[in-house]
């Protein structure tokens, strides 16, 4: 079956312009999570759907950024005002339910790059 | 915190040769997941191995394999018989077991890894 897959897969953002980042999880995967990928490091947390309840946003480094899923399928991740230090690949996951046994599938991820 | 770090930020291999990744990680808890993940060029990340804490028998998969030393905290990644496919970024990862957030991946920082023909 199709995969995580998110769009667009590349996005140029002029500083302050805002931008939203999709993300269409695995059919009937109830877990979905968004990680941030800096240039050179690891994927970071950002923040954790289950079904259309965010159940933790805490990784979510400013009041900028803002995500929803309201209908517990598809998820898009906002950053308002978008600042240099944003510019990073973002990563969308999702699993088939929650818990530490259950893999996460992640998409191809969306390169922003704020100018 | 959890923290998990991967010391080489680099390293090569040439093909059909054997190559060890190293990951080191520091937590309190004692239900945990430990997995390696693969990042070639196109950037979508594959699960490789995964490692359940409470498993004394290291995990393998085909050429793959990891060494698991939970009292030393350490879980390097073992690449047998090195592919040209095999090159990509490796990240080391961690997952507490129980709880309220065992949901939550905690990545190390990656190793780049080059298979030379």
């Known amino acids: 079956g199709a995969g995580v897959s998110q769009s667009p897969r590349y996005k140029v953002a002029k500083r302050g312009q805002d931008v939203a980042l999709r993300c269409d999880p695995i059919?009937?995967?109830?877990?979905l999570f968004w990680y941030q990928q800096a240039l050179g490091q690891g994927p970071e947390f950002l923040t954790y759907?289950?079904?259309?309840?965010?159940?933790?946003k805490s990784g979510l480094p400013s009041d900028r950024f803002f995500a929803e899923r309201p209908e517990g399928s598809v998820s898009t991740l906002k950053i308002q005002r978008t600042q240099q230090e944003d510019s990073a690949v973002y990563l969308c996951?999702?699993?088939?339910?929650?818990?530490?046994?259950?893999?996460?599938?992640f998409g191809p991820g969306t390169r922003l790059t704020v100018t | 915190a959890q923290t998990v770090t991967q010391s080489q930020p680099e390293m090569s291999v040439q093909e059909a040769e054997t190559v060890t990744l190293s990951c080191t990680y520091d937590?309190?808890?004692?239900?945990?997941?430990l997995f390696w993940y693969k990042q070639p060029p196109s950037r979508q990340m594959i699960l490789v191995i995964r490692?359940?804490?409470?498993?004394?028998q290291n995990a393998t998969e085909n050429r793959f394999s990891v060494n698991f030393q939970k009292a030393a905290k350490s879980f390097s990644l073992k690449i047998s018989d090195s592919q040209l496919g095999d090159a990509a970024m490796y990240f080391c990862?961690?997952?507490?077991?129980?709880?309220?957030?065992?949901?939550?991946?905690?990545f190390g920082k990656g190793t780049l890894l080059t298979v030379n023909p």
């Open positions: 996951a999702s699993s088939l339910a929650t818990g530490a046994s259950y893999e996460q599938y």
């Open positions: 059919s009937g995967h109830v877990s």
């Open positions: 759907f289950q079904n259309e309840a965010q159940l933790d």
């Open positions: 937590t309190s808890e004692s239900d945990y997941y």
């Open positions: 490692q359940e804490a409470y498993k004394q």
């Open positions: 990862a961690y997952k507490v077991g129980s709880g309220g957030s065992n949901y939550k991946l905690t």
